[in-house]
Every structure is written in C-alpha cells, then in structure tokens.
T-cell receptor
Framework: DTEVTQTPKHLVMGMTNKKSLKCEQH?????MYWYKQKAKKPPELMFV???????INESVPSRFSPECPNSSLLNLHLHALQPEDSALYLC???????????????FGPGTRLTVT | AQSVTQPDIHITVSEGASLELRCNYS??????LFWYVQSPGQGLQLLLK??????LVQGIKGFEAEFKRSQSSFNLRKPSVHWSDAAEYFC????????????FGTGTRLKVLA
C-alpha cells in the first residue's frame, strides 16, 4: 500500500472556527510532512515530523498546530485562520529520517481549505 | 544557496509529439533530484528520481530524465506525449548533507493539443 490519505477533501471554515485536517499512511514511513500550496505555486514546507517528534517548523504561525499521535497519523489543527490561509494543504511521508539525506516523498491528494 | 529553476512556466505540445521539460539546480555537491507531476486539485506523484549511478533514469508513464553534472541540469523527457500528460510538473532537489532541505521548482504547466 503506497497511499497517503487525507481528510476531508474540502473544508470551508470561518475565521473564528476550529477545525482539523487528518493524514494517514500505512507504509511504515517514519517521516511525515505538511505542505501548503497556493494556486499555480509549488508546495511550501510547513512542518516535518520524524519518529513522531516535530523536527522542522518553517516559522509557521501558531494558528496552525501540528500533531503526530502515532507513526501513521498526522493532524493539522486550525484555529483563527485568515482568508489568506486558503490553499491546498498537502500531507506527505517518506521512509527515511530527514537528516542529512532526503528521500522521495509520497503525497496525499490534499485538503482544499477555504477560509471565509 | 540551494535552488531549483524551471525556466518554462507553460509548454504546449501536440499529442504524439516529444517533450522536454527543463530543470536547473544550484547545489554545492550532487543533490538528490526528483520529478513530480500534479494533476489539477490533486497531490504530487513521483515520476522518477536520481540519487547516483546511471545518469539516465527511467520513470513511470514513459518518462525519463538525464542528469548532466556539467550543466547542473535534470531535464525530463518523453518521446510521445499523451493527452493525459497535461498537468503541472515540478522538479525538486533534496540535500545530501548538512541541514535538511527539499526544494521544489516553480513548476511547468503542460498543455497537450489533440
């Protein structure tokens, strides 16, 4: 199984709402990633988890809160978002610990988030 | 600093024609190199990767890429394009030492004419 799943596919939320995005993989990968992708732009790295510990936070605002409950699951908790946070949020996983050596990443289909 | 350049924002080809998408990188050593494809509203799918060894790598869907160290390039090719190849293509560079880095190029949007 080489699949990364993400739920929900679409999410519309107001600026005062709290919501969560979910990502799951069953490939035994030990690194998981959150990316943000605006239209016609490449993915921008937000967070990296390795062995269920936060390894990289690319200076993401605190209204985005990641969580890795176990090696297969990755959540992104959203609170008090702004309209400019509307984007496609992609989850990815890779086999290798993201130390000096990077590895191919497997991406989920993404969650299309709209903040109203 | 590590960077990836995809010089062509848009490319249009006719179905059945050959395709070459350009990717140039800047890195202190030989990096890990990847090509991904993204259909509209979808996630990214890995087409192929280069870590070391043979500089011509074969990927899925009939794609291949050639690593040219002297030109710092990793261009993607396909001999005959199908309409279903219309998508966004991203080149990516991964670090092989030091601080972890994984950088995507700005992408090339491929349009295929019937």
């Amino acid at each position: 199984d080489t699949e990364v799943t993400q739920t929900p596919k679409h999410l519309v939320m107001g600026m005062t709402n709290k919501k969560s995005l979910k990502c799951e993989q069953h490939m035994g990968h030990r690194a998981m990633y959150w990316y943000k992708q605006k239209a016609k732009k490449p993915p921008e790295l937000m967070f990296v988890y390795s062995y269920e510990k936060l390894s990289i936070n690319e200076s993401v605002p605190s209204r985005f809160s990641p969580e890795c409950p176990n090696s297969s699951l990755l959540n992104l908790h959203l609170h008090a978002l702004q309209p400019e946070d509307s984007a496609l949020y992609l989850c990815a996983s890779s086999q290798q610990y993201p130390g000096p050596y990077s590895d191919e990443q497997y991406f989920g289909p993404g969650t299309r988030l709209t903040v109203t | 600093a590590q960077s990836v350049t995809q010089p062509d924002i848009h490319i249009t080809v006719s179905e059945g024609a050959s395709l070459e998408l350009r990717c140039n990188y800047s890195y202190g050593a030989t990096p890990y190199l990847f090509w991904y494809v993204q259909s509209p509203g979808q996630g990214l799918q890995l087409l192929l990767k280069y870590f070391s060894g043979d500089t011509l790598v074969q990927g899925i869907k009939g794609f291949e890429a050639e690593f040219k160290r002297s030109q710092s390039s990793f261009n993607l090719r396909k001999p005959s394009v199908h309409w279903s190849d219309a998508a966004e293509y991203f080149c990516a560079v991964g670090s092989t030492s030091g601080t972890y880095k994984y950088i995507f190029g700005t992408g090339t949007r491929l349009k295929v004419l019937a």
